[in-house]
C-alpha cells in the first residue's frame, strides 16, 4: 500500500483520468480499474485527496511517454487537503519546471499554428509534469473552443475547474499530453499538450 495524492481529474472519452503521485517516491501515477481500464466517470477520486492504494503497473501500458499508467486492486480514502496543503505537497515532493514552455517534457515540445505537441521522433520519459509559467495564461476562444494562450501558443484545458479568465505568472500548473492522436491516417501521430489544472 502506498499513499497516493490525487492531483488532476480530467474528461476522457467515456470516462475520466485521475492522476496522482505516490507520496513516499514521488512517483506520478496515472489511475486505472484493477483490470487496466479507465476509470469509469463514478470513480471517487478528487483533486486534493490522500488515498492509501495498492497498486502496480498496467499490463496494458500506452507507449511513451505515457508511462505513468497503475492498476488500482484498492484503495482506502484518508483526508482531504486544503489547496494550500495540496500545493505544499507538490513543491516538497515532485520537480516543478520554471519559465516558459522550453523547459518541459525534456526540450522535446514543438508547436505548429494551433497548438503544441510531442512527436515521434522525439518522445520524452514522462507524460505529466508540474510548471510554473512565467508569464499570464489567457483564456481565449479559439476555433470555437474555450483555450489558454501563453506566449503564442493556444493550450486546451481538459480539467473539472471552473475556468478562469487569467491564470497569473507564477502559478503551479499542471501540464500533460494527451493520448497519440491524428485526424487521419495520412497525418503523423501527435500527443498534443493540455493544461490539466492549476493550484
Same mark, same amino acid.
Given at each position: 500500500?502506498? =499513499?497516493?495524492?490525487?492531483? /488532476? ?27 487496466? +481500464? ?10 486534493? &485527496?490522500?488515498?492509501?492504494? =495498492?497498486?502496480?503497473?498496467?499490463? %496494458? ?48 515540445? =514543438? ?8 512527436? &515521434? ?12 509559467? %512565467? ?10 473552443? &474555450? ?8 493550450? /486546451? ?18 501540464? /500533460?499530453?494527451? %493520448?497519440?492522436? +491524428? ?17
Amino acid at each position: 500500500m502506498a =499513499k497516493v495524492v490525487i492531483v /488532476s481529474r480530467t474528461k476522457i472519452k467515456n470516462g475520466v483520468c485521475c492522476g496522482g503521485f505516490n507520496l513516499e517516491t514521488g512517483e506520478f501515477i496515472r489511475l486505472h480499474t484493477a483490470k487496466g +481500464a479507465n476509470l469509469p466517470v463514478e470513480a471517487p477520486y478528487n483533486v486534493g &485527496q490522500v488515498y492509501d492504494l =495498492k497498486y502496480k503497473t498496467a499490463w %496494458n501500458p500506452r507507449p511513451k511517454p505515457h508511462v505513468e499508467d497503475k492498476q488500482v486492486f484498492s484503495g482506502e480514502y484518508i483526508k482531504q487537503l486544503s489547496t494550500i496543503e495540496l500545493r505544499q505537497a507538490i513543491i516538497n515532493n515532485c520537480p516543478v519546471f520554471e519559465g516558459d514552455l522550453s523547459s518541459v517534457f525534456q526540450g522535446f515540445l =514543438k508547436s505548429d499554428k494551433y497548438a503544441m505537441y510531442i512527436g &515521434q521522433n522525439a518522445v520524452p520519459g514522462y507524460s505529466v509534469c508540474f510548471w510554473r509559467p %512565467n508569464a499570464p495564461l489567457k483564456l481565449v476562444n479559439f476555433m470555437g473552443k &474555450q483555450r489558454y494562450y501563453f506566449n503564442g501558443h493556444y493550450i /486546451s484545458f481538459v480539467g473539472f475547474q471552473s475556468p478562469v479568465n487569467v491564470i497569473p505568472a507564477g502559478t503551479l500548473v499542471r501540464l /500533460s499530453l494527451a %493520448n497519440w492522436w +491524428a485526424p487521419n491516417e495520412n497525418f503523423p501521430k501527435r500527443c498534443y499538450l493540455q493544461i490539466s489544472g492549476w493550484y
